[in-house]
């Protein structure tokens, strides 16, 4: 996510200290550079919502809804349900959040979160598809950052991913080609759990889950999603600086690693609500 410059906090002489801190091994919050902030994991928090969960990296929160609806199917994919992702940065969790319509953050936010899913086939679509080229059910899962402290990607993806596994879609069947949805609930078709894990480089060290002043300070951002097999499924880039293909190694390894004890995290909130 990129950061507004007019607005960060930090001066000159911050910044040198941080990242020369940094760079020695000592983090602002005394982490170690492969650690991540306490992570809380809360699960079907929203009870009108068909699945719902709620993050809490460090100071950073994240809360997901997950709408299930029946609509028409995307052209090229006529056989296949539809996911969307939205995310929303609320005012109040950032004085660099500004009411309107979505910005450039939101969007890319909104995208790999999506990416994520839909490149680790997440979700079996096919499963969801009632009549091909007609009708489809419709998975919405909408974001709300509430509090802004850094690393929104992996905070989003979590919940994202913990509020998908809590959500339950009604049961149905066709008569005559309509649709009649019964009181019998059942979960959505599963089929891979994705974690991002994202890593900034600062001078010369990488660290995992920046907060937000190290995400002031970072030159570059690389967020590595991998699947339930240790197959990587999305990358992206974020931030100006280069980050070389040692760095990348070394980047993939931390997040083959850090994305098992994230995993189990997420599967333990979402059975604690069952």
Known sequence: MSS?????????????????????????????PDEYRPVEIEAGV????EGSAQVKLGKTKVLVGVKIDVGEPFPDTPDQGVLTVNAELVPLASPTFE???????????????????????????????????????????????????????????????AALLNARMKKYELKKDEVVFKDKYEPLPVLNRPIAITTAKIGNALIVDPCLDEEYVMDARLTVTVDDGGRIRAMQKGGLGTITLKEIEAIIDMALKKSQELRKKVMEAVEQHE
């Open 99 to 161: 009411p309107g319509p979505p910005d450039e953050n939101a969007i890319e936010l909104a995208r790999v979160v999506d990416r994520g899913i839909r490149e680790s086939g997440a979700l079996d679509l096919q499963k969801l598809c009632i009549i091909p080229g007609s009708k489809v059910i419709v998975v919405f899962v909408d974001i709300y950052v509430l509090d802004h402290d850094g690393n929104l990607i992996d905070a989003s993806a979590l919940a994202a991913l």
């Open 4 to 32: 507004t410059p007019s607005l960060q906090p930090l001066a000159k002489i911050e910044r040198r200290a941080l990242i020369e801190s940094v760079e020695k091994g000592r983090r602002i919050d005394g982490r170690s």
């Open 46 to 49: 929203i009870p009108k919502a």
